[in-house]
């Protein structure tokens, strides 16, 4: 299966509602606005998109798109 970008997983947040243009890839997603609704939402979106799993652990640590992605990617 071919591996996920940044971008796929912006366009996930957005999906969700969440203001994706000026998200960075590699800070905190709290420090940028997101509070753990939209993660959860996000979460949810993504598990559903990739048929993937993500653990209440694996939410707690995955906080940034870039950590989200190469999760993702190990995944599928």
Do not use: P, R
Not at 4 to 28: H, R, T
Not at 41 to 53: C, D, G, H, P, V
Request: glycine share 2%; hydrophobic share 40%; net charge negative.
């Amino acid at each position: 299966m071919k591996n996920i970008s940044n971008l796929e997983i912006k366009e996930l947040i957005k999906q969700c509602g969440i203001l994706a243009q000026n998200l960075q890839d590699d800070v905190n997603l709290s420090d940028q606005g997101v509070d753990s609704l939209d993660k959860a939402s996000l979460f949810l979106n993504i598990e559903e998109t990739y048929n993937i799993k993500i653990s209440a652990d694996e939410f707690m640590e995955l906080n940034t798109i870039d950590k989200i992605v190469k999760h993702i990617n190990e995944k599928l």
